[in-house]
């Protein structure tokens, strides 16, 4: 029983890790909260299930929806956030508040477009369920699994192998001095929205896959319980994050079993995160750590 | 600080005094020009509120709002209510307790309609239920189930059974026809899961069965596989899911999917095409308590399918036809009274008897102007609601007995 439960809280976590990872990413050039990711959470899951739901090929599903997302991530850095950014004496507020407007539209934007209604995406696995002793492990689960350590490799291989990866990394540390040595820290700038919208879209199919639903409110949640991931994991941190979502996926599914607190479950990374700053501030991974 | 906010509470809630009582004289003033209320030339304007705007509510907005548009529109085809046209005041209340505390001021003060439909949760009707009653409007509720809406006053109706009478329904259909003895709950957590929970739990316990696990879930919350690994260790032999459709139908996904093969009482609230798209094939065998019954040969019934799925290209659900029901409700009163007089609206209401509607022949008014209306058990067979069986004992639909 409690084998199953870890599962089961593991799957949750590598869920709530996928879909912060690219608020993070951004966090970690920008250092702004930008809520707007859970638009691309949204905005991706919708874009994914039309192509599915024309092309039946799943492949084809994602990339199309990480594609479209991360471009959509560009162009919002560049007619939105940088033009708030380059102003001078911006307090973070600011593009924070111009985040939440932009995911407020694009939720209502969804529904006058989709329709309120619920729409599934009738993915079906070759195989039902596994089961391993009295274990039960369905291959959605896996799928996500394998996602986010997907995501998680071609992350640590573009930001260590690669010279793009080296301009993010550089401009994370002082953007200021980075720009001053002829780092092109736009390129770094644009290198987070793509990856961090296209990974909020690919996390956004994955919940469409598992639940077999997605609703223009798909993204209400994540909006909120990303910002208790990334705070958690140490703020800007992807490793950290991904340490974050698992940590809170496993404490909301054993002390929901386990115990009788009378809290909703969302707000349980809440509480985590507010014991967790009062003994280490700097989150679970603290910044030096970083990738 | 303090002083500040008691002032501003002050103010507020002696401007909202002063719009109520200025929504009783419009009342008023729509009483006494009333007697002249039979003039073919002035519509008969309806007030209704829903919600639409909110995303995790938007879908059962859009239902209403279509079903209250094709009531009017049917109305009005057939040459009005004794020939006079009817209008539709429409307002979205977002789901929004303060949004619709608005809404019905407006609709009884400027907008001055003859009575109200709410297509509203129990949430924002019961909000405004008290406006109505103050402004002496007749309201009829067309799906909220929380008793406090029609302990507003006399001039507050419902149109379908309260959660008391739908909650005990199901319990006795769970001991009585599928034998349960084992049985967990899982509600969502609102007023809608407590309520009818409370019911089915005391009906089921006090007639043999155990209630061995309680489980309520945020609406906004759409996991539920910790809870069916759960309940699959405590070998229940029946699962009451007091959901509404997102989560019903995450309830019978993942039990399948887990192998966990005990059957599933769902309630109105997983009435909806949009249960059947997402639980697909392993909705089948999923029982219901709702108030339509699809299979119905009512003339009236069948229309009002035809005609929905003509107009909008979707099946509908029980928030619709229970919409469409809260005007025909309406409809027969004013055909009957006119307009102009709530007083002989409500007394008219309160009488009716054995008037039969999409969501079932409507019995007779409670004192407590709540609908006594049989049970319906529906169950999903191959990919669609079908009658099963009919819960018509007069102790259990009747709410006054709880």
Known sequence: MITQQLINGLMIGSLYALTALGATLIYGILRILDIANAAAYLIGAYVGWYIYLSTGNIILTFLGAILLAGGLGVLLQKTVYSPILAKPQVIAIIPLVASVGLFTISNDLVRLIAGPGTKAYNFSFPVESYRIGGLVILPSWILIFALTATLLLILWFILNKTKLGLAWRATAQDSEIAKAVGVD?????????????????????????????????????????????????????????????????????????????????????FVVLIIVLLIKPSGLISQKNKT | MKKLLGVLMTLSLLMSVTACASGGSAAGAASSGGSSGGDSNTPIRIGFFTPESAAAAAADGQSARQSAELAVKIANDAGGINGRKVELVAYDDGLDNTQAANIAEKLSTADKVDAVVSGSYSGPTRVAAPIFQDAGIVMVAAYAIHPDVVNAGDFIFSQSFPGSVQGTAGAKFAVENLKAKKIAIIGVDLDFGKELSKYFKSYAEANGAKIVSEDYVAMSDNDFTSIISKIKNLNVDMIYSANYYAHASEVVRQAALQGLKVPVLGTEGADSWQLLQTAGEYANGLYITTNMNRDDKLESTQKYIEEYEAAYKMQPDMVGASVYDAFQVLFAGFESVGTGDSAALRDYISSMKDFETVTGKLLYYTKSRSAVKTVQIQQVQEGAFHGFAVIDDSKIIDPTNY
């Open chain 1, 185 to 269: 820290t736009s390129s770094a700038m644009a290198l987070s929205y793509v990856l961090g919208y296209g990974f909020a879209a690919a996390a956004g199919i994955m919940v469409g896959i598992l639940y077999n639903s997605i609703t223009p409110a798909l993204g209400e949640v994540p909006s909120y319980k990303m910002l208790a991931i990334i705070v958690l994991g140490g703020l800007g941190n992807p490793f950290g994050t991904v340490i974050a979502g698992i940590f809170i996926g496993l404490t909301e599914v054993l002390a929901s079993v386990y115990t009788q607190i009378p809290i909703p479950k969302d707000a349980i990374a």
